[in-house]
């Protein structure tokens, strides 16, 4: 397990620096456009490459490429060649369509998009599609490069990307319609990400040990991998835009909102998902039934997920005052994304556990069960969204799917011990101590109140130091929490 931390370190790494600076992105948007309908329009313009990127990085074609790049050893770089070629031309037709229906495209991200904007965005997502076979080809090269254990540069394409929308947005006109600069920045960030990603896959040692063929049922698990994985990114997409048919602005709230839950989500339960598939796809070849370092790296990201659930209620709205305070933005604006972000972080247990078992899923091949998990998720979800809130349709999603993952796996709680309790008990004794000194510290400064969350995500982290040192070595069985 000490192996599968250090990656997974190394992965966190990176991805910190890809995340902060989309958030940095984010920042630099809202403080342009505040919570507006030019700010819906902007974040649309970014959320046609981000839902690719989302879907290649997060697991579609990991789902399927990583077990078959690892098990194939030294001839995986043929079949690398081929799926290269295969999904390039599937994503340049792809990207005509799109390009040839813009305003079906944006009818369906950005409902709330005033008419006199229309032909204009319609005009930058045309523009922009350009980078969608760019994605794609990274999200495969990105797979070949993982299943090498190469995770470090390639995380950094994230990065890559950002960068190139910040200095856009940077250079951005005042005028509500000057898009042109983040369009350039999409598609030049898209090109330099497959570099990085290529040259990494390029120079990635081949394994020599191995040298088997490609293995059956590939084109089936590629498929189920891209439509589950797809699932589970398109899912906040449409719980934002039924939030946005209800106000102008709210696209853009739901959006700077949806950063923040992301944040935890990409430093932890992906890291972890991404390191832990390439090494349990060899250990359920040997056997089935030992999970390996699973269990303690759901420990891991229910431990984390608690944590940020307790700082954000608590610590929310300084948080976001702090993050998002600057330019246009206005007070109404965000105490919209504070309780957008506080009903968000509710669902990261739920998609924790959702990553991390999927993990375990595609690692045996079960990619099927994956893709029938979140689509009875989505289906309970939307039923939720429509008799009451998209808010809440996305908490149930997120935590109906890490619950059916879980079964598929034949996970169950154990039996908590006398230590477990103990625990959990200074937990709930610490999280307490917080809330109190949140309440002691109401009307001061808001960075004096976030100062708070430092010492006081070390008192919520203290009471499980056993399951992070436990986590450091591979149980043979499931682990007692």
Known sequence: ???????????????????????????????RFGVSDQADLAVTLLTLPDIVVGLLLTGGFTAALVPAFRLMGSQARPLLMRTLVWVGLGFSLLALVVASFPGVVLGLLSPSTPFMFLRTAAFHLQVTTLALPLAALAGVLLAFANARERFFAPGLG????????IAALLLLARGTLAFWPVVAGIVAGAFARVLLVGWMAATAPGEGARAGVVPPGLAKRFVFGILATGLLVAMPILFRSLTAAQAGGALSAFAYALKLFELPTALVFAPLATVLLPRLTGLYATNAQNHGPLPQALAASLLVSCVAVVLGWVFGADLVRIIFGYGAMTAQGLAQITVFGQVMFLALPGAGVALICAAGLNAQGRVARVLAGTGLAAALALAVAAYGSPLWGFVVFYTACGLAHALALGLRPPMPSRAALLRALAFALAALLVWGLSWATLGQSPWLRAALCLPAAGLLFAPYLGIVLKIRRIASGPATL
């Open 158 to 165: 994230t990065l890559v990307f950002n960068l190139s929308v």
């Open 1 to 31: 397990m000490g192996a599968v931390l250090r990656l997974s370190l190394l992965l966190s790494i990176a991805l910190m620096l890809g995340r902060a600076s989309g958030l940095v992105r984010d920042v630099v948007l809202a403080a």
